[in-house]
């Protein structure tokens, strides 16, 4: 499941079970993320992504989402250090920023918040031990606290945003607005990245559309996202140079 790209040990977040766990963000703290070429993004990001990455369209599973390209070849984030820092100035998407918490699908229908247990930055209280060394509790009486608040506030709103994303590119399919690309990057070494299965919006095509549709992408913001979209693809070429190809 794309959800849990790089969790290690998802499991259902409990009251229970983990009623002593506390948190505390590492510096720096986007190591887990060193080894992805690429992150979904939901459309209200767009303008701000477009300044730094090729936002193309995917396929994850049977669903085509929009992605931000962070590298060139499969294991490879150009936009981690080797300290494990974004790199600075730079849109961090809120897939990443999400993280060690997540919704995944659950027994009901409702999705269920998870954790990576194996995230580092958690630990249990230590009655013995200073508080401010612990970090932030998750749980207090079995009631969620602020950290935690907050975090499924992040998730809550990150998902009706993608459901949102969802929808609008659905539309871009519906009226057959999609187009697909390839490419094959070489470098002065002939090493080569290899580009297959993406999507872009045709401007042709987008010129083309009814009135009636560029109104309704107008009014609903989603014509924004598309020329944010068209605009980031002058991104490769800034990416191309970052990973040492031409």
């Known amino acids: 499941m794309a959800e849990m790209l790089f969790y290690e040990k998802p499991v259902p977040l409990s009251s229970v079970n983990?009623?002593?766990?506390?948190?505390?963000?590492?510096?720096?703290?986007?190591?887990?993320?060193?080894?992805?070429?690429?992150?979904?993004?939901?459309?209200?990001?767009?303008?701000?992504?477009s300044k730094d990455y090729p936002i193309v369209f995917a396929k994850a599973a049977d669903a085509l989402v929009p992605v931000a390209l962070?590298?060139?070849?499969?294991?490879?984030?150009?936009?981690?250090?080797?300290?494990?820092?974004?790199?600075?100035?730079?849109?961090v998407p809120a897939f990443i920023r999400r993280y060690p918490f997540v919704l995944a699908e659950g027994p009901g229908p409702e999705p269920v918040v998870c954790i990576d247990e194996a995230f580092e930055g958690f630990g249990k209280t230590d009655p013995k031990a200073a508080g401010e060394a612990l970090g932030e509790a998750l749980f207090l009486d079995g009631e969620p606290q602020?950290?935690?608040?907050?975090?499924?506030?992040?998730?809550?709103?990150?998902?009706?945003?993608?459901?949102?994303?969802?929808?609008?590119?659905?539309?871009?399919?519906?009226?057959?607005?999609?187009?697909?690309?390839?490419?094959?990057?070489?470098?002065?070494?002939?090493?080569?990245?290899?580009?297959?299965?993406?999507?872009?919006?045709?401007?042709?095509?987008?010129?083309g559309i009814s009135d009636e549709i560029a109104l309704s992408l107008f009014r609903s913001g989603e014509l924004s996202w598309i020329y944010a979209h068209l605009m980031s693809i002058s991104n490769l070429k800034a990416l191309s140079q970052r990973a040492g190809l031409v």
């Open 18 to 49: 983990h009623a002593d766990w506390t948190l505390r963000l590492p510096e720096p703290r986007f190591g887990f993320a060193a080894s992805i070429n690429s992150v979904v993004l939901a459309g209200i990001e767009f303008v701000e992504a």
């Open 146 to 207: 602020p950290v935690l608040s907050k975090a499924m506030e992040f998730l809550g709103e990150f998902q009706r945003q993608f459901d949102r994303t969802k929808r609008f590119v659905a539309v871009l399919e519906e009226h057959d607005l999609l187009t697909e690309v390839s490419a094959t990057i070489t470098d002065q070494q002939s090493a080569q990245a290899h580009f297959t299965v993406l999507k872009v919006v045709d401007e042709k095509k987008l010129i």
């Open 70 to 91: 962070l590298g060139l070849r499969e294991t490879n984030n150009l936009y981690v250090d080797a300290s494990g820092d974004w790199l600075n100035g730079h849109y």
